[in-house]
């Protein structure tokens, strides 16, 4: 299966997950009512570390539990033991094969932590160590870069936030409502390929979100990375402004995602004065038409709850490096130098 | 005073800090001790934020705690009240006055948390709201660029780390040489001016770290960014291997920091390969001659403590952005667009 095959087949793999919630999930609800565990510790790498990030926003806002992500380098080059006997840790990997988060979840289990593998391989080393595994059911991801696999971890997050603390009617529609909401971003694919041809000739650009969709910059990112080799940086809009700011000219690219609330309220001062003031080219990811006319944009579905948002905002940015990496003449089905699973320690 | 002289200040302004270090760390370490905080939170933005990412690795490896970087926006954008109650909340900012940083120093405090302000301002919003004031005493800091605030925060960490675990004798020793090695890593001036001379058309780059270096890589990019306007991207090594090495061909500039030790050992392979088999120019900062020698190098000092290195190789990296930005025709005492003093929220 193709690239562009496992980025259409979203909706449907969204939704084949939203319909049959992986068992692990109540029963890792229950030990956590019983063990209330002080902090969440999210270990991942690469696109899992991005949907680790969402993770970090939706616990905290929505579960009112307090996540850090972990620094695995520490424990497999430095030794560290940090104390996690009282908090939940969850690795989280496509493969189940990195060396270094599977270390983060055995040391946690070796003092006793709660531990959750999220993976797309049930007969991985990460499930192997784990208390409880998410499996995403996402089918075999061919493709070197994660599409699928990712928004399926961000499904599989808001399905555990669910679980800790049971969602209310609207929060349960607004989840309910992704995979068609997903179907609506596809639908911009023709949009996304003439942009994206104009745009042939962008060998940087600068990737800005904040809030939930801070997650969605760093994915596009490294979408823009490894499939266009497209020098892609990623900013929360805030960090974006204590410095790199400096960057901005009429040279730069920058690529926005804000689709709405907060994220686009958070941001659109900033984008104004990106494109008015400092002449840097936008091309604004948004539900409104507003943000979108600042200069270019992709239209973003409305009405999506701004914390289910980032499993739909991306499609479009991964569509958009999509059609950009062919307009330069690359392979999305054979990005150069990187493998499907990397070992890191 | 010119940001120059600032960079030169730095071993002057470490030796005073650790000659007198600020009495809220003793004040402070009573109190984790009474309270065993289960979580340490850093609430940082831009260099701060760097300061906050070593101290993430210092505490996880020299005192076991579990550390989470903060994201302000959760508080601040949604509301966000994650339990902070049993956790160490620190607040690091150089002009103490960034509203989101503040925000969640003093919904710790609200909570009834352990709080700390590290800041060069006693008398900003940060201090007012925090239990404990560590001033870092860097004198005023005219430059828009932060650079002996920075190296302050890495040694004020580094002794919050010793309050609450008293350090060995080699340890002491270790921090006490950081002064004179810094005076040795700014005798690499000319070495810096005349490779940032041959790299004056480099418009971008990827900078590389790994463990506790990835702090200082983080750094380097940032000065590249608001300096030199040079589109630096900064990766731990780990995670460039997860996507972004697809990025590697002949016409990239790779700048790594890998002073020695496991820094080193694990980047070494890597840097061999983005130079021999793919062709990236490298410039490595190191203290090993064989990692300078794998194409173009710095020397750093050598014995200088893994744990305590990123206070000293850092600044090799200060004086590269600072030539490179001379010889990119810029005025690194003017960059533009940004302030000294950014109100995010």
Redesign the interface.
């Known amino acids: 299966m193709a690239l562009i095959d496992e980025i259409r087949e979203q909706p449907a793999v969204a939704q084949r997950l939203l319909a049959s919630p992986p068992p692990a999930l109540g029963r890792l609800a229950a030990a956590v009512g019983r063990r209330r565990p002080?902090?969440v510790?999210l270990a991942a790498?690469?696109?899992s570390?991005n949907a680790a990030l969402y993770a970090?926003?939706l616990f905290?806002?929505r579960n009112?539990?307090?996540?850090?992500?972990a620094?695995?380098?520490?424990?497999t080059?430095?030794?560290?033991?940090?104390?996690?006997a009282?908090?939940l840790v969850i690795g989280i990997s496509q493969s189940g094969r990195s060396p270094?988060i599977v270390a983060v979840v055995e040391e946690g289990r070796r003092q006793g932590a709660l531990t959750l593998a999220v993976t797309n391989e049930g007969a991985s080393p990460l499930a192997a160590v784990a208390d409880e595994v998410v499996e995403l059911g996402a089918g075999d991801e061919h493709a070197t870069?994660a599409t699928k696999t990712y928004t399926s971890e961000l499904v599989a997050m808001a399905l555990l936030s669910f679980a800790l603390d049971a969602p209310t009617a609207e929060e349960r529609a607004a989840l309910a409502a992704v995979p068609e909401a997903m179907a609506t971003a596809l639908a911009t694919e023709a949009a996304c390929a003439e942009l994206a041809a104009r745009r042939a000739s962008m060998?940087?650009c600068v990737v800005l979100g904040?809030?939930?969709e801070?997650a969605t910059a760093r994915e596009w990112a490294?979408k823009l990375?490894?499939?266009a080799?497209v020098?892609?940086?990623a900013f929360?809009a805030?960090?974006f402004?204590?410095?790199?700011?400096?960057?901005?000219?009429p040279e730069l690219d920058v690529l926005a995602v804000a689709p709405s609330g907060?994220?686009l309220d958070?941001q659109v001062g900033l984008l104004q004065r990106l494109h008015g003031e400092?002449g840097a080219r936008l091309l604004v990811l948004s539900a409104s038409a507003e943000a979108r006319h600042i200069d270019a944009g992709i239209a973003l579905p409305a009405d999506v709850a701004e914390w289910a948002a980032p499993a739909v905002s991306i499609l479009p940015g991964q569509l958009f490096a999509y059609h950009l990496t062919r307009a330069r003449g690359l392979d999305p089905d054979a990005?150069?130098?990187?493998s499907k699973v990397?070992e890191?320690?």
Request: proline share 6%; no cysteine.
């Open positions: 002080s902090t510790v790498r690469g696109t570390d970090q926003y905290a806002v009112s539990m307090l996540v850090a992500l620094t695995p380098a520490a424990l080059l430095y030794g560290a033991r940090p104390r996690l009282d908090a270094d870069a060998a940087r904040r809030g939930y801070y490294l990375q490894e499939l080799q020098h892609a940086l929360s805030a960090d402004e204590h410095g790199p700011l400096a960057l901005a000219d907060r994220s958070a400092l990005p150069r130098t990187i990397t890191t320690r």
